[in-house]
């Protein structure tokens, strides 16, 4: 590839760099395992620039890789949340969002923290919007009542 | 760590019945606040623009690589076993197997498509009435592969 394309992909990645480790964060609960993620979504989008280009913009390829990566690791390893996420101040909310199931956190994740519109989000995921309604829906009542919520913050 | 929202209070509090509505819209939008709060707190490394380029660079060397491998594969396949592309369909036997045309060289001969032994193959046949030692002196047909 010609160094335009470096240029552009080098200026995407300082551009972007930090909102994609936050979203790994959201959806592994983990920094390093987020920066992981986020390195190889982004290796991947260079080694198909161009597609990527052509396909809509790198964004929408890197978040889907990124969640397609999490959603696999999720069902690898079948494992839920880790019981606590440090002793910090968003530990509980970390806590209930990782017991969540993969596609749910990930729905929270770029309706409620990227502000995403349901379609947006639809798209993202490759499903409906009334699988993203749903989806919200549910993982907004399992938040409500989490064991790990209660009490720390009322939603 | 937040306020009760306004609608729950007051539902708790015995009020009259409200709509979800509204509860549903300050729960997201708390939602979205404390998410800020937690993920906006992360303080991510330096952007590892070069490894990415490295890697981006090793996996289409990889698929390169993989692309060249299945063409050469095609092109031996179309190569070896032309029989499998190329499939005669005006002949009913198979390519594989070479034939001859044998032409009536004598009358006893039956004509048409064989296919041929690793051995001269001497037909054999005896019309009517021709004797056997004019065969032996080669009045009938030899098939050659």
């Keep these: 590839m010609d160094s335009r394309t470096e240029a552009a992909f080098t200026e995407f990645v300082h551009g972007r760099w930090s909102t994609l480790v936050r979203l790994g964060y959201g959806l592994t609960g983990d920094q390093r395992l987020a920066e992981k993620l986020a390195r190889a979504a982004l290796a991947k989008a260079y080694a198909s620039w161009p597609r990527v280009i052509r396909a809509g913009g790198p964004d929408v390829y890197v978040r889907r890789t990124m969640l397609n990566a999490s959603h696999g690791r999720f069902r690898r390893r079948r494992a839920h949340a880790p019981e606590t996420c440090g002793q910090d101040d968003g530990s509980a909310l970390m806590t209930a969002l990782l017991r969540l199931p993969a596609g749910q956190r990930s729905v929270v994740l770029l309706r409620y923290w990227m502000n995403m519109t349901e379609a947006e989000v639809a798209e993202a995921l490759g499903c409906s919007v009334g699988s993203v309604k749903s989806q919200a829906s549910r993982a907004l009542a399992k938040l409500r009542v989490s064991e790990a919520l209660a009490g720390e913050i009322l939603l | ?145």
Excluded: F
């Design chain 2, 1 to 145: 760590m937040s306020v009760v929202p306004e609608a729950r209070r007051e539902h708790r509090a015995g009020g009259a019945q409200m709509s979800t509505v509204p509860e549903a819209r300050v729960d997201e939008r708390d939602l979205s606040e404390q998410l800020s709060g937690v993920l906006d707190a992360i303080t991510p490394s330096a952007a590892p623009v070069g490894a990415a380029l490295r890697n981006g660079k090793l996996i289409r060397a990889r698929r390169n690589v993989g692309v060249t491998a299945g063409l050469a594969v095609a092109a031996g396949l179309v190569v070896a076993v032309p029989g499998l592309l190329h499939r005669p369909a005006h002949l009913g036997v198979s390519p594989l197997k070479p034939t001859v045309m044998v032409t009536q060289a004598c009358p006893s001969v039956r004509h048409g498509v064989r296919e041929p032994t690793r051995q001269p193959e001497r037909v054999v046949g005896r019309p009517a009435g021709l004797p056997a030692a004019e065969l032996a002196a080669g009045r009938c047909a030899w098939l050659m592969p």
